[in-house]
């Protein structure tokens, strides 16, 4: 009974103690309208750049990882205008694949992640880590074609994929040279620098892809590695016809989620983080959140792998008739007449071929 | 509601003047089909844009023609332009002579001609040029450089008219990048220049999977500008054309073809922006029995030689069903060879010579033709390449004689310099009849710097194509169109005194010879061994405790000293006969006779 008691008193106490605490909690936590306005999006574009750094056909499965997140964006909403896609290899139209003009994700050939409407942006040669760091810092060559420039702004929630063989602080590039994780972090504190990203999502599945994001300084910056440092990325599957891995687990299992998104949906990225649990990516997923204000869980995933813009519908009526409707149209007319009467005459080409030096 | 109406009226609005003007853009929708004498089948496709813009300024507002065509004549003074994409090897005694001939890899040259043009504005606006369409084309073309690029003086005339009374400077620029692979991401943005895009009309049966798995196929560009005078009154030609060669009997069902089976799809209609959506069908071949029939017969001839042609007007096709011809291989015939005889010109190219030092390139234009022909034989080496023209020789070989060398009638030579410019060489000479002409000449392997060797050096570096022009009297194999015209229905009967031909060879792989890129892995480790084992023994020297064993009674002998050596383990062992001293390091030296052993301390 005294036992009892005795229970019950400091059951009491602790009960007093645990509902100062808590109220103190309520009392110290931001003012609600600040974090709603802190979580809501300020992204305007959408951009994504998405990079295959490795060449041979035996890297086949990088070309698939990539191809996998083009698919997606792309189905999701970014314009081909606004994806930067770098591919070091060809391997849809490679001599050693079977089917021509296709890439698959899965030996059963579920989906072709290439495509019949591809359009790539830097190829063969073209992807080196000097075009690389160009590119993300907008210092692209004078007579760079505009499909070949990252032309971000303050408003962009920019995407970045990097695929390839990598290591502790480095990703090599064609097997030539490689992008070390400080060369990235400078690159994006330029780019934030210089105003040309609102958030960047940087995603990597290398080896020792943690490695890469470890050097970052910028804010906004969410980050997601398909390994750890002193961790090995694992391919998923091999594809005997073709006698080469088709994918990498990490993308495997982030195309199989991006899969059951649609522009509507109201999965978030925190969701994304978690594509890939250890047991069957066999690498432990590393996520960066530090230099990213938004909770991810409430962030949609949209904000980064699609292109959903608020949109305002107006009813009101807008008057939008020309004035001279008529004069504008016989305009026209006229014009056209006097044209089909110049449209016809006489030209005179030069001979084809010098025939007077062989006279 | 009422908003929908609103829109409807305000497109209506917009559409009206548009319809009108559109008289003076005109777009044309053309495919050819025609089996060749190998089992082949070759079928070529043309989309022509043809519009009459008038002056430049209304190259503002495109209609038909892609914004980025007009707004290149914007920006660069560019009169005509070809680009070529291609995979494959165009087998000219088999296939015949292509309607647009094509380098493999990627080919581009451009004519610029403005007042007051100079050479060095023509340079930086190609690579700007070549790097735009880079763009446009998803293709590495922004690799053509001045080091890769020529000038040809006689291999290529203008086809382009600007029109004007007093001479204007004219430039040509020829370039080439035989590495370059065409795929889907080449396929798709070319099929986003045609107005009607990819998914209707003749566009429709260019499906990736069935373009790619071919043994030839080529993507063409072509645009040009005619004026009446300078840069008034001007009409701009826009041409796409794809051409594909297909292997029946790979396609299974005992070699017969059909739309269907060839490009994965019947036809779906016509564009209903195209003046004419025409297939035609080359009847030559008579093994084959159609279905459905042609709606009409065509026969054309030229240079004295005649083909028939079944035409089908797919805008007269009424239904939603997809359209479909198939070729069924006759039953009543017996398997018959089709007696094609070879086209009068074709040429072969090799690199001959062994080892890594020294090499020759080779290459053999064989005339089939019973007269002589004139030949313009242009080579677009690299700088990587250095050639020797001293060993240039020319050797007639007739198919029934001695060969004998000849002297080229005019030779345009520039040589090309390291990094700089490449090896450019035109020469003009005349094949005699029913001959083959060598044209052989010498050139070394070099090594090139580190970082010039591209990612997979091993695999080797590529030589593009050389090319042959010509002047045909016979039009036998020949469908090109007439330059004074755009169509393909006009080569038709398009009879003319001679007919100029273009015909490129393969193109080479050079395997230079490699450094050995692990060199420096390599003399890191030996550099970081040989210092290993250097600061080693010093470091162990100047940090640990030397001790000196002093040991009585040395034996002077010979044989006492190996005695004493053999039994000193079991002395040492038994620990009464020496005696541990310890000193400082300095009086090492002083002991010439001591007996030094060093431990760890």
């Avoid at chain 1, 290591?167 to 690159?187: M, N, P, R, V």
């Avoid at chain 2, 069902?253 to 016509?270: E, V």
Wanted: glycine share 6%; aromatic share 10%; proline share 5%.
């Amino acid at each position: 009974m005294r036992i009892s008691r005795q229970t019950l008193l400091l059951l009491s106490m602790l009960f007093c103690i645990y509902t100062q605490i808590a109220g103190q909690e309520q009392n110290n936590q931001l003012p609600e309208k600040y974090v709603e306005s802190v979580q809501r999006s300020t992204h305007t574009n959408n951009w994504a750049v998405l990079v295959d750094a490795s060449r041979f056909w035996f890297n086949y499965r990088h070309v698939a990882n990539v191809l996998s997140i083009y698919r997606s964006v792309k189905r999701l909403g970014i314009p081909d205008s606004q994806i930067i896609l770098m591919l070091a290899d060809d391997m849809a139209c490679n001599a050693r694949n079977p089917r021509p003009g296709q890439v698959y994700n899965n030996a059963k050939q579920h989906i072709n992640v290439y495509g019949d409407d591809v359009e790539v942006d830097y190829r063969g040669y073209e992807v080196t880590v000097e075009n690389f760091v160009r590119l993300l810092t907008g210092r692209t060559q004078n007579g760079t074609a505009r499909s070949k420039k990252l032309l971000t702004d303050a408003g962009s929630n920019v995407l970045i994929y990097l695929t390839g063989h990598g290591g502790d602080g480095f990703l090599k590039f064609q097997d030539s040279e490689e992008i070390t994780s400080q060369e990235l972090a400078d690159a994006v504190e330029q780019m934030w620098e210089k105003k040309r990203y609102n958030e960047l999502f940087f995603m990597v599945d290398t080896c020792q892809a943690a490695s890469l994001y470890e050097k970052f300084t910028s804010p906004n910056v969410l980050a997601v590695a398909s390994s750890l440092v002193g961790e090995d990325s694992l391919s998923h599957h091999v594809d005997q016809s073709i006698g080469v891995y088709m994918i990498d687990r990490y993308t495997y299992y982030a195309l199989e989620f991006l899969e059951r998104v649609q522009p509507n949906s109201k999965k978030s990225m925190g969701e994304f983080l978690q594509v890939c649990p250890k047991r069957v990516c066999i690498s432990t997923v590393g996520v960066r959140k530090d230099l990213y204000r938004r909770d991810p869980n409430k962030v949609p995933i949209t904000d980064f792998f699609g292109s959903i813009r608020p949109t305002q519908i107006s009813t009101g009526r807008i008057n939008i008739t020309l004035e001279d409707e008529e004069d504008f149209i016989n305009a026209a007319i006229a014009a056209e007449e006097e044209a089909a009467q110049r449209s016809t005459f006489k030209v005179e080409f030069p001979s084809q071929f010098p025939t007077e030096l062989f006279k | 509601m009422e908003l929908k109406i609103k829109i409807i009226c305000f497109i209506a609005l917009l559409v009206s003047p548009i319809g009108a003007v559109k008289e003076f853009s005109e777009f044309h929708e053309e495919l050819y089909i025609r089996p060749t004498s190998s089992g082949h089948v070759n079928t070529f496709f043309q989309f022509t844009t043809r519009w009459h813009y008038g002056d430049r300024e209304n190259l503002h507002n495109t209609q038909l023609i892609p914004r980025p065509i007009a707004e290149t004549l914007l920006l660069y003074d560019v009169k005509e332009l070809h680009i070529g994409l291609t995979q494959g090897l165009w087998r000219y005694e088999t296939f015949g002579y292509p309607v647009v001939d094509s380098a493999p890899g990627a080919e581009v040259r451009a004519w610029f001609a403005a007042e007051n043009l100079t050479s060095a504005d023509v340079d930086d606006q190609w690579t700007k040029l070549a790097s735009t369409f880079s763009g446009i084309l998803c293709a590495s073309l922004n690799f053509i450089d001045k080091t890769n690029s020529v000038e040809p003086k006689y291999s290529f005339r203008p086809t382009f008219a600007t029109g004007s009374k007093v001479n204007v400077p004219q430039f040509v620029r020829y370039a080439t990048l035989p590495r370059e692979i065409v795929c889907t991401e080449n396929l798709t943005p070319w099929k986003k220049l045609l107005p009607c895009n990819s998914k209707q009309s003749f566009a429709s049966l260019l499906n990736s999977g069935y373009v790619h798995n071919t043994n030839y196929h080529s993507l063409g560009m072509k645009m040009r500008t005619i004026c009446e005078s300078h840069n008034t009154n001007c009409i701009l030609e826009f041409t796409e054309t794809a051409n594909m060669v297909y292997d029946p009997k790979l396609l299974g069902a005992n070699g017969d073809f059909s739309l269907r089976r060839l490009f994965g799809q019947g036809l779906n209609g016509h564009c209903a922006l195209a003046k004419s959506s025409k297939i035609y069908v080359n009847l030559d071949d008579q093994s084959y029995d159609l279905t459905p029939l042609p709606m009409y017969n065509t026969t054309s001839k030229r240079g004295g030689s005649t083909s028939t042609f079944g035409v089908y007007d797919i805008q007269r096709l009424d239904g939603d069903k997809l359209f479909n011809i198939a070729w069924i291989k006759s039953k009543n015939n017996k398997p018959s060879i089709l007696l094609t005889p070879p086209p009068p010109l074709y040429a072969h190219r090799y690199i001959l010579g062994h080892g890594q030092e020294r090499g020759q390139i080779v290459t053999q234009i064989t005339n089939k033709h019973y007269h002589a022909l004139p030949i313009v034989f242009q080579e677009n080496i690299p700088w990587f390449v250095p050639s020797y023209m001293h060993t240039l020789k020319l050797i007639v070989q007739p198919s029934n004689g001695v060969e004998y060398q000849i002297q080229p009638r005019v030779m345009h030579y520039i040589p090309g310099v390291q990094r700089v410019r490449p090896y450019h060489l035109e020469l003009l000479f005349e094949i005699p009849a029913m001959s083959t002409v060598q044209i052989s000449f010498d050139f070394d392997y070099i090594f090139l710097k580190w970082l010039e060797y591209p990612p997979d050096a091993n695999h080797g570096h590529y030589l593009g194509s050389a090319i042959i022009t010509t002047q045909l009297p016979i039009g036998r194999n020949y469908t090109a169109i007439p330059i004074d015209k755009h169509l393909f229905v006009d080569s038709f009967n398009a009879t003319r005194s001679s007919y100029f031909l273009e015909i490129r060879t393969e193109s080479l792989i050079l395997s230079l010879p490699t450094p050995d890129f692990s060199m420096p892995y390599n003399v890191i480790c030996l550099a970081c061994t040989v210092v290993a084992l250097a600061f080693g023994p010093i470091h162990s020297v100047a940090t640990k405790r030397i001790v000196i064993e002093q040991k009585d009674g040395q034996p002077q002998s010979l044989k006492g000293k190996v005695l004493q050596k053999l039994f000193r383990r079991k002395q040492n062992n038994a620990g009464n006969s020496t005696k541990e001293v310890e000193q400082h390091e300095k009086l090492l030296f002083g002991q010439a006779a001591a007996d030094i052993s060093i431990r760890k301390n």
